[in-house]
């Protein structure tokens, strides 16, 4: 073994641990580096910024936007070698399909959306500079169930999606697209049962609330189809969790603070934000960063969904608790270590609770299927 006072500051190897290390130059910021003589590795003071615990909040702040250029500036390491290190790091991460598996409570959906994206990148074997992603999205809860990456929209993309949501045991009662029959025909024959509708139910189903809402009279009737198009879902788990932790049920909690959710409904509706809370476009946002992708980027788009998936809405929760119903707490670093949800108990008048009852019941009401039968003329509200 070799040691010297150059190594004090460091006791073993950053990658072995081994002890046997010895002073190996400076890097371009002048800082010491060292070589260990096992292993045959390089590091410096910085490098422990590239252990596990560290590589997913580099990565994370990647995802969300931030430069290779800045990060590595704060890692004090070349964009060359982060790089490498955050595309590795995301390459070990669970497959986000096979993550949601092992945390999903129950696959009995209501409403799946089948919406596609296309964008631009180099990570093309035939000459192709385009890359086409094709999700199913979960409408209840906005979460994105299963993905596929091909070169451009076609029926074999759409096939493997639809065909590995059957695999995966996802009991969907309907499904919405634009209608292309690409996605339509392994609709048929994969999940032939389904009722199938158009995108545009959501904007009819969006005008009768809104139509509801200017109406005094009439706001009692987005109570009754809150409560009626909740008791339609096969899985209700906020029913069970409400009556084991507070001797309530869905119905009953909704009904006793009707005007508190009449206001979160308003809400809501005002901010005009919920089909599938843009993950469209944040992904086409976010990805249009990514146009000279040279390497595969697949680890990459796994990541970035997952992180979408796995960060809180503004009411403290994400979208695996929306898909669960039940409130619990996980994050990236979670989904990074293969680490499942905690569900978590609160006071019976805590505010985290209220607004999730809440926001289940607005995501509930806000699904594109028939209402309850209406006096009011909705003719006028279907001009559009």
């Given amino acids: ?25 400076k890097t371009n910021q002048g800082i010491s580096r060292f070589r260990c003589k096992d292993c045959s590795r390089t590091f410096n003071n910085s490098t422990h910024s590239f252990k596990n615990e560290n590589l997913s909040e580099f990565c994370e702040n990647y995802l969300k936007g931030s430069t290779l250029r800045n990060l590595a500036i704060q ?5 060359i070698r982060l790089n490498k290190k955050i595309r590795t790091f995301l390459s070990t991460c669970p ?33 192709s500079n385009y890359i086409y992603l094709a999700t199913a999205i979960d409408a209840l809860s906005s979460l994105v169930i299963g993905y596929e990456i091909g070169f451009e929209d076609s029926e074999i993309v759409w096939s493997k999606l639809i065909s590995r949501l059957s695999l995966r045991n996802y009991e969907c009662g309907q499904f919405v697209s634009n209608g292309n029959s690409n996605i339509e025909n392994p609709l ?12 545009y139910g959501q904007l009819i189903r969006d005008k009768e609330i809104n139509c509801c809402l200017t109406n005094l009279t009439w706001k009692r009737k987005l109570i009754n189809d809150a409560i009626s198009f909740y008791s339609s879902l096969k899985n209700q788990r906020l029913n069970s969790y409400l009556n ?39 992904f086409d946002i976010r990805f249009k960063k990514f146009r000279r992708l040279k390497e595969n980027p697949l680890p990459i788009i796994n990541g970035w969904i997952a992180l979408k998936m796995m960060s809180n809405y503004e009411f403290g929760f994400n979208r695996l608790s929306l898909l669960n119903q039940i409130p619990s707490q996980s994050n990236f670093k979670n989904f990074t270590e293969s680490k499942d949800n905690l569900s978590i108990k609160y006071p019976a008048n805590s505010v985290l609770i209220r607004n999730f009852v809440f926001e289940i019941g607005v995501r509930t009401l806000r699904l594109p299927i028939s209402p309850t039968k209406c006096e009011l003329k909705f003719a006028n509200c279907f001009e559009y």
Wanted: proline share 2%; with cysteine.
């Fill in 75 to 79: 890692s004090h390491t070349s964009v």
């Fill in 95 to 127: 497959d986000w399909e096979t993550y949601l598996d092992k945390n999903v409570l129950s696959k009995k959906l209501k409403v799946v959306y089948l919406s596609g994206k296309k964008f631009a990148s180099l990570n093309t074997k035939d000459g």
């Fill in 244 to 282: 084991t932790y507070y001797n309530t049920d869905f119905p009953t909690y909704i009904s006793k603070n009707e005007s508190k959710f009449l206001s979160y409904v308003n809400s809501k509706c005002d901010k005009d934000k919920f089909h599938l809370d843009n993950f469209i476009e944040d």
């Fill in 1 to 25: 073994m070799q040691t010297n006072s150059v190594t004090s500051s460091i006791k073993s190897c950053f990658f072995c641990n081994s002890l046997n290390i010895i002073k190996h130059g």
């Fill in 188 to 199: 048929q024959e994969y999940h032939p049962n389904s009722y199938r509708k158009l995108n």
